[in-house]
């Protein structure tokens, strides 16, 4: 019985080939669409985490007070981490001439901040960090103290001798916090008393933060308060949730009318072939066969779909990753488009997996009724159809 | 002990004012091994009797025992098991499923009673030679010609030995040559097969040959004719 549903099933669709490759077809196309709609919703929600840590956090970042120094070959030895960047905060109180604006200066190792955050490359006047005793301001600071690059400052802290600096240079993120806040100088010249010691860290893609958060734990002072990107981040978690929300309802959409069309297909089929089904009752198929029929021919024709749809949508996604797809004239002015609007599609196995089972559902959905239809046709009805 | 029994059978279409009765208060019984044609104009009712035998269709009023089995108290699926094991059915036209093969199609029901592969296959093979179509097997329904496809339609209806075969008209859509070849097959497997057959037909040929012949008019039988015998209204 088996054998010969499986051959009804297998033979209703190879030898009406033209109608079945027509629906395969256009079944495959849709789930190949959705597979690249996933994993470009995955490759937009990268590019931001990428470009909004780059700024400035890094995918973990921790601080603490005290002079205690962690052990960073330890650090960049936890998995999934790329890089970990040194850091020292200082409050204090920037002044030049008349102007004063207080600030937290930040002390970094130029050379690898220069390697993983975007400041260097959004210099707009004089140069990045170089020397000792210089200072790289956001714009928004620079022109609130009516400085630019080769004036000279100094930084005052209560119960400390002022330290004078001189501005290198002046960069905008177009980030309002960053650019009138912003005061970078060399790690050595922060000064250590009372300072917040910090450290972010940079992730290898794909990278879970949250879990690299918790492996980086023991290897960090008591004190740290260890911080994932999206805890410091919320704007930009609900950014991301709010594009997967907009994907899914597009996704749902598609498949509502992929399920349309499986339908529609189905009927077709079994309106072409009613005399066929009367005569497999008048022979002795039940009801129920009938009905697992139909049932069986829409979800190979579905599933044949998926395995090709599934397989396109890999194809054409493998090669949108390897090469991304560059947006960067719809996001030079966003902040988590900051160092770049090149995107690239990442498949996961909800991206693969998801689009498949769900048109399987849907085509089984579709179907039911069809089925049904098919199950409840008379013998003698049937034999009237020619 | 009759294979198949009607016992006051009535059929009617519709409801109301639109009501059309297509049998009439029908009682008559069928023999193992008989071979009955049901002779009358179009809308005597041959081709509902037929489908009340084969449990395509529940009459009205009235019972149908189809060995021993009351039809009108089996439930769709119920119906679809007997058919499966006890009956065979030849319609007028277009009976065979386009997408198997002529072979196939014979071994359908053979495959629905589970019968195994070399059972099906012996048994196939050894009815297409019967028919005179040992090589045809292979052929789908559309490579087979009008003459050709009621014979397999004809095998199909007796490859698992039915105790029952209707054919609503088998011969219609058949020149004489092709007509004459199928009513020797059918009668050839009843000799062999012991089989019942209730043939629905306008041929007078095909009238000639059956052992009992049954005029139906308006739904009612009129002459019940076994020809070595005096015809009567009606033998149950």
């Known amino acids: ?386 | 002990m009759s294979v198949i029994a009607f016992h006051g059978v009535s059929k009617t279409y519709g409801r109301g004012e639109t009501a059309a009765p297509a049998l009439r208060q029908v009682t008559l019984a069928f023999a193992q091994g008989e071979v009955a044609a049901f002779m009358g104009p179009s809308g005597s009712g041959k081709t509902t009797l037929l489908n009340l035998a084969a449990g395509l269709d529940r009459p009205s009023t009235g019972t149908i025992c189809l060995l021993g089995h009351d039809l009108g108290r089996l439930s769709e699926t119920g119906l679809a098991l007997l058919r499966r094991r006890h009956v065979g059915v030849v319609f007028q036209t277009l009976n065979l499923v386009r997408i198997l093969t002529a072979a196939e199609n014979i071994a359908i029901s053979l495959e629905l009673n589970g019968a195994s592969r070399a059972e099906r296959d012996r048994r196939v093979q050894e009815l297409l030679d019967l028919a005179g179509l040992p090589d045809r097997g292979a052929a789908f329904p559309g490579e087979l010609s009008g003459g050709e496809q009621q014979r397999i339609a004809v095998l199909r209806a007796v490859a698992h030995r039915p105790g029952l075969v209707v054919l609503d008209e088998p011969t219609s859509s058949l020149d004489t040559a092709h007509a004459h070849v199928l009513l020797d097959l059918l009668l050839r497997l009843n000799r062999e097969e012991h089989t019942t057959m209730l043939i629905a037909t306008h041929d007078d040929r095909v009238a000639r040959r059956a052992a009992r012949r049954i005029e139906l008019l308006d739904g009612e039988v009129t002459c019940d004719h076994t020809p070595d015998r005096q015809p009567h209204p009606a033998r149950a």
């Not at chain 1, 918790?214 to 930009?236: M, V």
């Not at chain 1, 509502?256 to 022979?283: C, D, H, P, Y």
């Not at chain 1, 909800?350 to 579709?366: F, K, W, Y």
């Open chain 1, 1 to 386: 019985m088996f054998r010969l549903w499986t051959r009804l099933v297998y033979r209703a669709i190879t030898r009406r080939f033209a109608r079945s490759a027509i629906a395969c077809c256009g079944v495959a196309l849709g789930i190949a669409a959705l597979v690249l709609l996933e994993a470009t919703m995955e490759g937009v929600s990268d590019a931001m985490v990428r470009n909004t840590v780059a700024l400035h956090h890094g995918h973990v970042a921790a601080s603490w007070t005290g002079s205690e120094e962690p052990d960073l070959a330890r650090l960049r030895a936890v998995r999934g981490v790329r890089a970990v960047l040194r850091r020292r905060a200082c409050g204090g109180m920037l002044v030049s001439g008349r102007h004063q604006e207080g600030t937290t200066l930040c002390g970094v190792e130029p050379l690898q901040e220069a390697a993983e955050t975007v400041i260097a490359g959004k210099v707009v006047a004089g140069t990045y960090l170089r020397k000792p005793g210089t200072v790289l301001l956001g714009r928004g600071l620079a022109e609130r103290l009516g400085v630019g690059p080769g004036d000279s400052l100094q930084f005052h802290r209560p119960g400390h001798a002022a330290m004078p600096f001189a501005v290198c240079g002046v960069f905008r993120t177009g980030v309002e916090l960053l650019d009138g806040n912003g005061a970078f100088v060399l790690l050595a010249d922060c000064p250590n008393e009372g300072a917040r010691q910090e450290i972010a860290a940079f992730l290898h893609p794909g990278a879970d933060a949250r879990g690299s958060a918790q492996d980086l734990a023991p290897w960090l002072p008591a004190a740290a308060r260890i911080t994932p990107w999206q805890e410091a981040l919320a704007e930009l978690v609900q950014l991301i949730a709010l594009n997967h929300v907009a994907m899914n309802i597009v996704q749902i959409l598609a498949l509502v009318i992929l399920a349309f069309g499986v339908s529609n297909t189905a009927f077709i089929s079994i309106g072409e072939r009613t005399r066929e089904l009367g005569i497999l009752k008048a022979v002795g198929l039940t009801p129920a066969s009938i009905r697992w029929t139909v049932l069986g021919e829409v979800l190979l024709l579905v599933g044949l779909a998926g395995l090709l749809g599934d397989l396109a949508g890999c194809g054409v996604t493998a090669l949108a990753g390897t090469h991304g797809i560059d947006l960067s004239r719809w996001t030079s002015e966003n902040p988590h488009f900051i160092a770049s609007g090149r995107i690239y599609p990442r498949l996961t196995l909800r991206s693969i997996v998801l689009p498949v089972l769900v048109a399987l559902a849907c085509g089984l959905m579709a179907a039911l009724l069809p089925a049904a239809r098919a199950s409840r046709i008379t013998v003698t009805e049937a034999l009237r159809h020619v």
